[in-house]
């Protein structure tokens, strides 16, 4: 499926079945090169985060095995 320029698109990121994040983008390109999209500041976007409420970004790698997920 090709998507044109200026469709609004959801940007999905996951692992083992569950999404990890979503994001909401607008197509700039589809073509053989890939897909380019733009997410702008404020978009609307759900997030996963550890079950004391930081994101994964705020733990360290080596701290990140082990931890609950959501």
């Known amino acids: 499926m ?3 320029y200026g469709d609004t698109v959801l940007y999905r990121y996951g692992r083992l079945g569950q999404a990890r994040f979503v994001r909401v ?9 890939g897909l380019a999209l733009w997410v702008g500041p404020g978009s609307p976007q759900i997030e996963s985060v550890l079950a004391d409420g930081r994101g ?12 609950p997920g959501p």
């Open 25 to 33: 983008g607008r197509v700039i390109s589809d073509d053989a090169e």
């Open 2 to 4: 090709a998507w044109s």
């Open 56 to 67: 994964l970004r705020e733990v360290p790698v080596a701290d990140r095995v082990g931890n």
